[in-house]
């Protein structure tokens, strides 16, 4: 009895790949937006400091260097927020792989399960959000330079940039952009 339960649970496997993948969703996009509701702070003038995305309000003075805990933060939201953001495009894909792993079961040669080929997605997802922390951290003095803001963690960034070098002077970003 118990056997044909577990049976009739795994033709509906669809169901649940489904479920598990849109449950992953919900819960990395509700991180997303608690960290994002985190750093909501009301027209306060934060010049001169960085948000950590922890959830807890943590900032830093933006000249000071990163800490391994502040990259834990970084990396823990690229990869929640890439996982949110591409689980539903790899959704169909999952669900067809599922589903032949299915068909090929029935025929006596089994694929991996669903949840390897899926892993096989988040693990990629990481790989770029190890890639696009490393590349936040290693832009962060360059983009303090360009606005002006000194940056402990390297001193040869710190020098102003050369006005007869651009033969004008050098604007942040943001007064590019907003002026």
Not at 64 to 73: D, G, L, R, S
Request: proline share 6%; net charge positive.
């Amino acid at each position: 009895m118990a056997d044909a339960a577990i049976e009739a649970v795994l033709r509906r496997d669809r169901v649940i790949v489904a479920a598990a993948l849109v449950t992953l969703t919900a819960l990395a996009w509700a991180y997303v937006w608690w960290l994002g509701t985190d750093m909501e702070m009301g027209g306060m003038d934060m010049s001169g400091f960085r948000m950590i995305p922890a959830g807890m309000g943590l900032m830093m003075p933006t000249g000071a260097p990163w800490t391994a805990t502040e990259f834990a933060f970084v990396f823990a939201m690229w990869a929640v927020m890439m996982i949110g953001m591409m689980t539903p495009s790899a959704t169909p894909m999952i669900l067809i792989y599922a589903r032949v792993g299915r068909q090929a079961a029935r025929q006596g040669k089994p694929l991996a399960a669903s949840a390897y080929f899926a892993a096989g997605y988040l693990l990629t997802w990481t790989g770029f959000a190890v890639a696009a922390t490393s590349a936040q951290w290693a832009l962060e003095p360059w983009c303090a330079r360009r606005a002006g803001i000194a940056h402990q963690s390297s001193p040869r960034l710190n020098q102003p940039p050369s006005q007869e070098r651009y033969g004008r002077p050098v604007q942040s970003a943001l007064d590019q952009i907003w002026h």
